[in-house]
């Protein structure tokens, strides 16, 4: 299973951006999208069907301590990010509507669930994962809000420009280990 972070400036730069493979065993899962289709009219989309349904033609394994993660496929980098681009309307809409910072699951597409966390700044944390962790994902979430805010207490920092900073890479890294 993966997770994928975005961290994005008020005005939607992209600052940050983490990829998380966990060292669980993902579910095994069938290319919904394609699954409803007769074969012959997959044939000829077959490509654009298995990069959007998250199935992989050609799957790699990153081996871990403990077994291995699927890598590849749909799991794309141009992909994560136009999935997390497509869900910025859903998040403004619901920033709108609630008054809370974590705003749960705000969106979905196949089986990645989107969701975002809005600092009172308007910086937008938004999280891209495949299973149900409401109370890890907040954690989470919290804890990568804390270390934003030490980074943007450097001096030597200028605010909504990208974080280059090893230790805030190693403390959010270590931030999704314990709680992704």
Do not use: C
């Not at 999208?33 to 009219?41: G, I, K």
């Amino acid at each position: 299973m993966s997770h994928h972070l975005f961290l994005l400036s008020p005005s939607d730069t992209p600052i940050y951006s983490l990829t998380h493979y966990s060292t669980k065993l993902p579910q095994p899962t069938s290319s919904s999208l394609s699954s409803n289709l007769p074969t012959w009219s997959t044939s000829a989309f077959a490509g654009t069907l298995t990069a959007l349904s998250g199935a992989s033609s050609a799957t790699q394994s990153h081996h871990v301590q403990g077994g291995s993660v699927r890598m590849g496929g749909g799991q794309d980098r141009h992909v994560i990010q136009m999935i997390a681009n497509a869900s910025l309307d859903v998040i403004e809409d619901a920033m709108r509507k609630e008054s809370a910072m974590y705003l749960k699951s705000v969106d979905k597409f196949n089986e990645w669930t989107v969701s975002a966390f809005i600092t009172p700044g308007n910086m937008k944390f938004i999280l891209l994962h495949e299973t149900k962790n409401d109370d890890g994902i907040r954690s989470f979430f919290h804890d990568v809000w804390e270390l934003y805010l030490k980074t943007m207490l450097n001096p030597f920092h200028t605010a909504h420009s990208p974080i280059r900073s090893i230790v805030f890479d190693t403390r959010v890294r270590a931030s999704a280990k314990k709680y992704l």
